[in-house]
């Protein structure tokens, strides 16, 4: 279970901030956080348009935060949608942007959203890096729910080129954070990964238990993305078991 952030934001929220907000960056502000509610539903070629028209407008206002966050928008909703070497692009151009503010949160954002990236080349190695430099990146300035996704996201990467163990030192280290700072998505996300170890190991109690954890969570936080998520892996045990 990869995921590219921790939040879950409010559609109804976001619609308002974009009702109430009428002109300059204030609207540009408002049009990427609705950017963002859309994109956590998948709709990833409205989010592209409305990312576009934003990018559009914020440089000819001359925003560099807006042209970044925008930017990224673009560039993740792109490689959702298989268009990796243009989303790459505006990745990278996005990276630029915060490097020049100094703004090292959304420099840590683009350097997850690169290795997300890298891995969906199969670039292994340089997915690693970008993870890495993130990692740093979020510790230096103490976000610790964006270390956790970081770290959770390290040890799916990790069992995909099956290094077993390596990852579930990253998911332990990623379930004692969320449980500190009370990130229920990440917790239950982190499950489902320790369950996929198990079952890998042939712990399939175990990996029920994990299974059956991350239900728990996602019901009780409304996300059937990862109720769909816990239920398969849930399945997958109990055939083990059988």
């Known amino acids: 279970f990869h995921f590219s952030s921790p939040f ?55 925003s560099k935060p807006l042209q970044a966050e925008s930017l990224r928008l673009l560039g993740v909703c792109q490689q959702e949608l298989g268009e990796l070497a243009p989303g790459r692009s505006n990745l990278e151009e996005a990276l630029r942007l915060y490097q020049e503010l100094g703004d090292r949160r959304g420099e840590s954002k683009v350097a997850s959203n690169l290795a997300v990236n890298m891995r969906g080349e199969h670039r292994f190695v340089e997915a690693r890096q970008w993870y890495d430099r993130a990692l740093t990146m979020v510790r230096s300035i103490g976000d610790r729910r ?9 040890g799916v990467l990790s069992i995909s080129i099956g290094d077993i163990e390596v990852g579930r030192s990253y998911f332990e280290q990623a379930s004692v954070i969320a449980r500190e700072v009370g990130e229920r998505m990440s917790l239950g996300a982190v499950w489902v990964n320790l369950s996929t170890i198990c079952r890998i190991q042939e712990d399939f109690a175990q990996a029920l238990a994990y299974a059956g954890q991350a239900l728990d969570v996602f019901r009780a936080i409304g996300t059937p993305y990862g109720e769909a998520h816990a239920w398969m892996r849930i399945g997958h045990a109990q055939v083990g078991l059988a």
């Open 146 to 154: 964006n270390e956790v996704m970081i770290l959770n996201n390290l």
């Open 8 to 62: 879950i934001v409010r559609r109804d929220r976001a619609i308002a901030c974009a009702q109430v907000a009428h002109s300059g960056d204030s609207e540009m502000a408002a049009r990427v956080q609705l950017g963002w509610v859309l994109f956590r539903q998948g709709e990833y070629t409205v989010v592209i348009d409305q990312a576009q028209v934003v990018l559009a407008m914020a440089r000819v206002s001359g």
